[in-house]
């Protein structure tokens, strides 16, 4: 019997010839390995209910802040590894379009929603994000902005393009009703002033 062929699906328009570097901009799925990979590194797809019963599991087990502050940590590691993913595959990240091209590529490709580059200033070192459908959104009725892990993804990305640790703010979430999510990210200073003083 012939081995079974690798399914190759292509990440994007543009993205279907190997890059420089070798590493694959396209989703191969190895059914005889079991494996998925994209980008030189290996990827799984998980029903997003699954990220639903781990930030279940993180509140009822450790209570709101903490969950919150582990969502955000975690969420941070993977950001700093995505941005690596790109460099490998030989994105550049130099311009804001080089940016959105990255954040259309491995964030709204990868399924994490539709992100929009609004500001990305590397002398100042701060980001303007905007994403919607985030994995984190399960109702419009909350009173307290929701994509902790997402933040946190978009926060460690932006901090490893700038070179130097970031904080972050979600000023504007679909879980309480706002028509997109917005991150600011920035300075842990300037993210801290910008919290203290917002109504
Ligand atoms: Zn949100």
Redesign the pocket.
């Known amino acids: 019997m012939p081995p079974a062929p690798k399914l190759r699906v292509s990440l994007s328009k543009r993205m279907s010839k190997k890059s420089k570097s070798g590493a694959g901009r396209e989703l191969v799925m190895n059914e005889k390995q079991g494996t998925l990979s994209a980008y030189g590194a290996r990827f799984l797809l998980i029903p997003v209910k699954l990220i639903h019963s781990i930030e279940d599991r993180l509140t009822e087990s450790f209570g709101p802040v903490t969950a919150t502050s582990f969502q955000y940590e975690i969420g941070r590691e993977g950001g700093a590894q995505y941005i690596h993913l790109a460099q490998k595959a030989g994105f550049n990240i130099k311009t804001p379009s080089d940016i959105q091209r990255i954040a259309s590529s491995l964030g709204t490709l990868d399924g994490w929603g539709k992100l929009e580059i609004i500001d990305f200033d590397p002398t100042r070192k701060f980001a303007r994000i905007r994403w919607k459908n985030?994995v984190s959104?399960r109702n419009r009725k909350g009173k307290t902005?929701?994509?902790h892990f997402g933040r946190g993804i978009l926060t460690g990305a932006v901090g490893e393009i700038f070179g130097s640790r970031c904080e972050s703010i979600?000023v504007s979430?679909?879980?309480k009703g706002d028509s997109f999510?917005e991150a600011i990210i920035g300075e842990p200073r300037e993210i801290s002033r910008l919290a203290d003083t917002r109504p």
């Open positions: 985030g959104v902005p929701v994509c979600e979430c679909q879980g999510c």
